[in-house]
Structures are given as C-alpha cells and as structure tokens.
C-alpha cells in the first residue's frame, strides 16, 4: 500500500510561487500520481496527473524524480482563491482498489 | 451538465436508524466510488463498482452495502448506522478504472446520534 505523506500547512503570499511535496516511498511501478484540491463544503476537484518527470496544465505543475519517490506540486503565482486543502493521491484503480490511498493533504493558507 | 449529484447535503440520525445515500452522475462514468472523510484524515474508500452489477469493497465497508442496478447510479446504504459513521461522505465517478481523474460530489454531511 503506498502511503503518502505531505506537510499539514503550509503559508504563503499571493503571486508567489508554491511547491507541496508528497513523500510516497512505497510507490508500484504501475501508480500513478494524482493532485486534488478541495475547498470547504465541496469535494476534491482533480488537478493534474503524472508518471514520471514534468507535467504542466494550466494551473498547475506536478514534477516527478526519477526513483518516483517523490512528487512536488508547483502552483505559479497562487491568489487568495488558492486557499485550500491539497491531497496527493498514489495508485491506480485497476486491481485492487484498497491500493487508491489518499493523504491526510495539505492546508495551503495564501495571505495578502 | 449536473456533473456527480448527492442527496441529501445534510442528515441526522439516530443510532440504529438506516438510510440510504444518494448518488447519481450525468457523465456515463463506468467508475464510482464512496469515501468518507473525517476530521483531520484524507478520504478513505467505502465501496466502489466498476460498472452496473459490479461492487467491491474499499478500505473501509463495515457498516454500508451498496449495489448498482444502473450506470448512473450508486447508492450506499447504512443498515444500522453508529455514532462512529458520523462524517462526510463523498460519491466520485471517472471513465474507467484505471489512473482517470475522478469526479466528486459535493458531499452528505451525516450526523448520527
């Protein structure tokens, strides 16, 4: 079962750049890695999705090293609407789904 | 486009009591899933289906059935509920098993006394 760990909070300003790193020491070499972002009263909303290296979408950046171990989620320039809990997600749904493991997420507080 | 849809947004029950949560997407996901999501915890897997007449347990199953007659729909039953299944509980759909994005609910706050 790979197990994800991320920091509890984190602070930071608006237009400054965030990077939330998930530790997943147990990663199979078939999961892949998945960011959510949940506001109060609203379920995860999914951010970006990765393998292995760099991806980029329109919000976000998700890098990956090569042993998989870890993972960061690059938010550029984050606005107060950036405030929000953040959830590394490692596995895949195909076999047993008891491997799909949320974290315990990240509380990203942005200031002004 | 409704997306993932829950019924009720909140609840109260009785211990002993039973209820069925709602949930029914638009997207013809093949996928769905329940969590629950306690204070200062991620989401922990309930029960998942991976297509109508397909259910499977998750993490944690004690206490809920589930059963998916259709595509769209994948209700989960509490049949005696406890204080302990107090939580928030969150229903997601995605296109296929493996790796896709899910797509969550906006959640049922349950309380149970």
């Known amino acids: 079962l790979a197990k994800t760990t991320q920091p509890i909070s984190m602070d930071s300003y608006e237009g400054q750049e965030v990077n939330i790193t998930c530790s997943h020491n147990n990663i199979a070499t078939n999961d892949y890695i998945t960011w959510y972002q949940q506001f109060p009263s609203q379920g995860p909303r999914f951010i970006i999705q990765g393998y292995k290296t760099k991806v980029t979408n329109e919000v976000a950046s998700l890098f990956i090293p090569a042993d998989r171990k870890s993972s960061t989620l690059s938010l550029p320039r984050v606005s107060l609407s950036d405030t929000a809990v953040y959830y590394c997600l490692v596995g895949g749904l195909s076999g047993s789904a008891r491997q799909l493991t949320f974290g315990s997420g990240t509380q990203l507080t942005v200031l002004p | 486009n409704a997306g993932v849809t829950q019924t009720p947004k909140f609840q109260v029950l009785k211990t002993g009591q039973s209820m069925t949560l709602q949930c029914a997407q638009d997207?013809?996901?093949?996928?769905m899933s329940w969590y629950r999501q306690d204070p200062g915890m991620g989401l922990r897997l309930i029960h998942y289906s991976v297509g109508a007449g397909i259910t499977d347990q998750g993490e944690v199953p004690n206490g809920y059935n589930v059963s998916r007659s259709t595509t769209e729909d994948f209700p989960l039953r509490l049949l005696s509920a406890a204080p302990s299944q107090t939580s928030v509980y969150f229903c997601?759909?995605?296109?296929?098993?493996?790796?896709?994005?899910?797509?969550f609910g906006d959640g049922t706050r349950l309380s149970i006394l």
């Open positions: 997207m013809n996901h093949e996928y």
């Open positions: 997601a759909s995605s296109w296929g098993q493996r790796d896709q994005p899910q797509h």
